[in-house]
Structures are given as C-alpha cells and as structure tokens.
C-alpha cells in the first residue's frame, strides 16, 4: 500500500520538524480561530501549513519555520531567523495564506478581539463585549488561564502564552470588571 505524494511530503515534513531545533528567540505568530477545528479540519490545516512552511522564503532565502495547530484553536508560526530573517513581503506571504485558511475553512483569524481561554478542560473563546459580562459574572476572574496571542518569540510562547487573567494583559484592560 502506496502513500499518496500529498500524505509523504506531510510525513516527511513532520520528521523534519521535529529534529529541527529552533532558537528560543525564533519569531513567532499566533493566529486564534473564532471557533474550535474539528479533526478532520486539523489534519488538513496541518497538511497545508507544512506545506506552507516548507516553501516559505524571504528574498529566495528558505526560511527555517515550522507550524503548529495547538488545541484544535490556535495556528502557530515559528521562524528561525538565525538562517535567513522574515522580510515583509515574507510576512506578507503569511498573512495571505492565513486569509486564504480563513475562506477555504470558514473561520476568522484575524479577530484580535475573540478573547481565548479555559473553563475546565475545554477552551473557549468569547468577543469583548460577552468576555466582560463572563468577568462580571464571574465566570472569570484573577485566576483563569487566558491566552496572550500577542507572545513574540518561542520563548514567551512557552512561558507567558497561556497565562492567568492577573499576569496578562488582560488584567490591565478588565482590571475595572474583574472581582478576584
């Protein structure tokens, strides 16, 4: 039993993520669906963002990127600069295959007010206006784990990407709503 052209070159460039090391300082981008992905819908995002990240160049320069789907929510871009550095037409490159992932799958990346975070074991997500009578409610408070999609590198996704509501930016902006 074959594998199809499409399922080796996603196998193999999953191998290749994984034995690559990126640098802590390696930029990161963090794009939040409005809406959890299904399985199916995973894979292929998956299956498209390897792909992506496997042709992505800055100035004919390949760039060392890899990406990830976390929790059936969260696209992520790593780039590795220390090979070639993410240009703006590169950076352009990106945003428009994002916007091309938001139509071919009918969902929005680009809403910086979606706010993520946890309730339980699961992760929602809620626009500004429904966050601040959730805090109000008490439905969040000080000690809820939020998402700072607005993390910059590797390492501040590792450390201070998910975060609780009193070390996040958040607190800065609902501090008025929220009770404890």
Not at 110 to 128: K, T, V
Not at 158 to 165: D, G
Request: charged fraction near 20%; aromatic fraction near 12%; include cysteine.
């Amino acid at each position: 039993m074959g594998l199809s052209l499409k399922h080796y070159v996603y196998e193999v460039n999953n191998l290749v993520n994984l034995h690559m090391q990126f640098s802590e300082n390696s930029r990161v981008w963090v794009y939040q669906a409005d809406r959890e992905l299904s399985p199916t819908e995973v894979e292929q995002i998956q299956e498209q963002l390897n792909a992506f990240t496997f042709s992505w160049t800055a100035h004919n320069n390949q760039l060392k990127a890899k990406a990830e789907v976390r929790y059936n929510r969260f696209l992520i871009l790593i780039v590795d600069e220390s090979q070639a550095g993410a240009s703006g037409c590169s950076i352009d490159k990106s945003v428009h295959f994002m916007q091309h992932l938001e139509q071919e799958f009918n969902i929005s990346l680009f809403d910086r007010f979606n706010l993520a975070y946890r309730e339980g074991g699961q992760i929602l997500s809620a626009p500004r206006h429904a966050f601040e009578d959730l805090i109000k409610q008490n439905s969040i408070n000080k000690q809820t784990i939020v998402f700072n999609n607005m993390v910059q590198n590797l390492a501040q996704l590792e450390t201070q990407w998910e975060v609780p509501f009193k070390d996040s930016w958040h607190n800065r902006l609902f501090n008025d709503l929220v009770n404890n």
